[in-house]
């Protein structure tokens, strides 16, 4: 499994399935096919493992609950400092989330987890937030945005819980190409609008203002939930077929980095709704 948000790739992917070996159908004239076969990124050659050797604990949900829980724990500790003592520097909070970003692209290409640049993005990333959220709410018509776009954020979270739990959202090979092509547009349309608002002035191409603004940060919200489901589909296949314990470190990098782009764009939404 892998860490995944709208920028990131996806090492669960393989070419000729979609996943990696997940839900391997049985194979003709024999017994079920183990998880990931072929392609298990955990195999040992042709042998299939039955269970974990004991310096290889699977991952288990706990494992996921409790780093998930660690990590977003930072952001947030990140974010109050941000949001009590760089309200009014944000050129250090903005250079915070420069380094956050690196930190992040650095562990999406890693191939295994680490804890310490996870958790250290987590606390970057939480500075920036904090801050630009104490900037936004001190503005005139913002006071309360940032507690709304906490609350939305909840609410997404919530909501694509329940639909892909009760198999509402089903994570196929399909929908995660049709995923992973809209939010390649979304980004590369979000890269020209700003490079039109640097060098045109105003608002660019007006995807952040006016009608427009208002359908992209739909948009842009309801990619963070279908990006959601793909999380909770690699965190479920992981749990399933035994991926090894530290992969739940990703699991976590994979939830924050989605629920942030997901607060992220109901802020800027919430923000052209009350007219700023």
Do not use: C
Not at 54 to 74: K, N, S
Not at 88 to 93: D, E, M, R, S, T
Not at 105 to 124: D, E, G, M, T
Request: net charge positive; charged share 10%; no cysteine.
């Amino acid at each position: 499994m892998r860490s995944s948000n709208p920028v990131f790739s996806r090492r669960g992917f393989s070419r000729d399935t979609g996943y990696a070996g997940f839900n391997a159908p049985p194979q003709a004239g024999g017994p079920a096919a183990p998880p990931y076969a072929g392609t298990n990124p955990y195999a040992q050659g042709q042998q299939y493992v039955t269970h974990a050797p004991p310096q290889h604990r699977p991952m288990t949900m706990d494992d996921v609950v409790a780093r998930t829980a660690m990590t977003l724990g930072t952001v947030i500790a990140g974010a109050t400092v941000g949001w009590l003592f760089l309200t009014q520097n944000l050129g250090f909070a903005i250079g915070a989330g420069l380094v956050a970003m690196v930190l992040g692209l650095v562990q999406s290409f890693k191939r295994k987890p680490s804890p310490a640049l996870i958790l250290s993005y987590a606390a970057l990333e939480g500075l920036f937030l904090g801050a630009l959220s104490g900037y936004i709410n001190d503005l005139p018509r913002m006071n309360g945005a940032p507690m709304q776009a906490v609350l939305g954020t909840m609410a997404v979270f919530v909501a694509m819980l329940v639909a892909y739990k009760t198999r509402i959202v089903r994570v196929t090979a399909r929908f995660t190409r049709f995923v992973m092509i809209a939010a390649m547009g979304f980004v590369l349309l979000s890269l020209v609008n700003v490079l039109f608002m640097a060098f045109g002035g105003g608002d660019g191409l007006g995807f952040r203002s006016g009608g427009l603004g208002i359908v992209f940060g739909i948009v842009g919200v309801v990619l963070g939930a279908l990006f959601l489901a793909l999380d909770f589909k690699q965190v479920e296949d992981g749990v399933t077929y035994g991926a090894p314990r530290e992969e739940s470190w990703l699991a976590a990098f994979g939830l924050t980095l989605t629920l942030v782009w997901i607060y992220m764009e109901m802020l800027r939404l919430i923000s052209i709704l009350r007219g700023d």
